[in-house]
Structures are given as C-alpha cells and as structure tokens.
T-cell receptor
C-alpha cells in the first residue's frame, strides 16, 4: 500500500517561531491534505491542495503541493500556543470516489511559552 | 460541533462484551468511513461506505462489523474484542462527487478493552 513519510515526528519550539513539516511518498498523489488534531478531538482540515506546484495559504499556515506530486510541506509562521496539536498530512490517489485517504504518522507540535 | 457526531465518547468493555459505536452526519455527504487511531501509528482506514454500499473492507477482523442503514448513519458493532483493539475510533464523511476531498471527522470514541 501507499506509504506517507511525515517528518519531523515531534517539534519543541518557542512561541513566535516558525514551523515547517513535510510529507513524502514513493507514490503519486492527486490530492494533498493537511489536518490538525487537538487532544480528545478528531482531525480538522486545514488546507487542501489539488494541483502540482500549488501554494495555498490559510492565515499563518502555508502549504505546497510538490512538483513531483510525491511530497508536500506545511509551514506555520509566528506560532502561538493554540497551534499545539498533532498535524497530519494525507493523500488521495483517486480522482474521485470514496477510496479513503492515506495518512502520515503525524507531527506533534509542542510550544514552550 | 463538527457536523459529524460520534457516541459514546468513551467506552470500556470486556473481551466478551458486545457493544456498538454510532456515527451520525447531517452534512449531506454520501460517503462515510471508519478509521482506527492507535498510539504511534498512522490513521488506519477500516471501512468505507459510498451511498450506503460498503466499497472497502481493509482486511479488518470479523470481530468488527459495520452497518450503514442510510447515508447519514454509520455503526460499528464490536464483539469479542482483544486488548490490542483499544484505540480511538474515528468516523468521517465526505462528498464523493465533489472536487473538495476534505473529510469531516467526528470527535471519536476512545475504546478501552479490558
């Protein structure tokens, strides 16, 4: 099956720092998605990317769909305490239909005040 | 409120018990999913229902039995579970014929098998 390698596994940063995480795969994906999961909750969609090279922002978050269609990164600028959580990348191979997403293992973001 | 509601939020059951997890969405989505989330592992897709029809069973043991009576409701029936089945079980829904592939997740059921 498809594998998504997400790194880093965890990050300990100071409030105000910028954050960068990425996902790579040996397979080609048509869609890349980034989710955030707060403790005790389900993942919430942050950014969706549909075209190779696409760069999309959502407030302090920026994500890009790699040109090779095998990777994506997520950047968070000027981190704040509420950014704490687990960030997941996810990819979908099918152009449509309910085939299910493949998820990375997540990046745990911990912010020290 | 995410639009996908899961009950119960927490469940402790013995290995000989039978219990059911419930998921409900009123987003007008036509696909629903069960995922298992264990510590230090990626989210694992278990079952997919598309227009009430099961389209994927990801080699899940038969002690997990899904049911989708309509496009808004999804159940996961549990029986004779093992301690390693303890995990967070997440339900999600989506449109299947839309360019927006974002899934909406519920808050999950934290299952502990003793």
């Amino acid at each position: 099956g498809q594998q998504l390698n997400q790194s880093p596994q965890s990050m300990f940063i100071q409030e105000g720092e910028d954050v960068s995480m990425n996902c790579t795969s040996s397979s080609i994906f048509n869609t890349w998605l980034w989710y955030k999961q707060d403790p005790g909750e389900g993942p919430v969609l942050l950014i969706a990317l549909y075209k190779a090279g696409e760069l999309t922002s959502n407030g302090r978050l920026t994500a890009q769909f790699g040109i090779t269609r095998k990777d994506s990164f997520l950047n968070i600028s000027a981190s704040i305490p509420s950014d704490v959580g687990i960030y997941f990348c996810a990819g979908q191979l099918a152009g449509g239909g309910a085939d299910g997403l493949t998820f990375g293992k997540g990046t745990h973001l911990i912010i020290q005040p | 409120e995410t639009g996908v509601t899961q009950t119960p939020r927490h469940l402790v059951m013995g290995m000989t018990n039978k219990k059911s997890l419930k998921c409900e969405q009123h987003l007008g989505h036509n696909a629903m999913y069960w995922y298992k989330q264990s510590a230090k592992k990626p989210l694992e897709l278990m079952f997919v229902y598309n227009f009430k029809e099961q389209t994927e069973n990801n080699s899940v043991p038969s002690r997990f039995s899904p049911e989708c009576p309509n496009s808004s409701h999804l159940f996961l029936h549990l029986h004779t579970l093992q301690p390693e089945d303890s995990a967070l079980y997440l339900c999600a829904s989506s449109h299947t014929d839309s360019a927006n592939y974002g899934y909406t997740f519920g808050s999950g059921t934290r299952l502990t098998v003793v």
